[in-house]
């Protein structure tokens, strides 16, 4: 069974940086496109950046500018460095993925790390 774990939330005063970690794990697989998403509560949960297999990256107009979005393929891991942070960046941050396994490909959700910056 595949897995997504995210790691590197935390607290941060605004201004402040932040570098978000996704580990894949759960045998051999292979990744298509890639991104994290974060949610706010009473909020619907918003696409933050994607990169494909390729890595072609794009990113919410909110975010551009500020936030990076990169793999290792090799490591199965996905990064998102978060530079110059505001308070409106605070949610909970999920990354997100599609994985080909066996055959088949299906989208896996990581648990969510909370981002917390302060003004």
């Known amino acids: 069974q595949v897995q997504l774990v995210e790691s590197g939330g935390g607290l941060v005063q605004a201004g402040g940086s932040l570098r978000l970690s996704c580990a894949a794990s759960?045998?051999?697989?292979?990744?298509?496109?890639m991104g994290w998403y974060r949610q706010v509560p009473g909020k619907q949960r918003e696409l933050v950046a994607i990169?494909?297999?390729?890595?072609?990256?794009n990113y919410a107009d909110s975010v551009k500018g500020r936030f990076t979005i990169s793999s290792d393929n090799a490591a199965n891991t996905m990064y998102l460095q978060m530079n110059s942070l505001k308070p409106e960046d605070t949610a909970v941050y999920y990354c997100?993925?599609?994985?080909?396994?066996?055959?088949?490909?299906?989208?896996?959700w990581g648990q969510g790390t909370q981002v917390t910056v302060s003004s």
């Open positions: 997100n993925a599609w994985i080909r396994r066996l055959g088949l490909t299906r989208n896996y």
């Open positions: 759960g045998g051999t697989f292979s990744f298509n496109d």
């Open positions: 990169i494909s297999r390729g890595g072609t990256a």
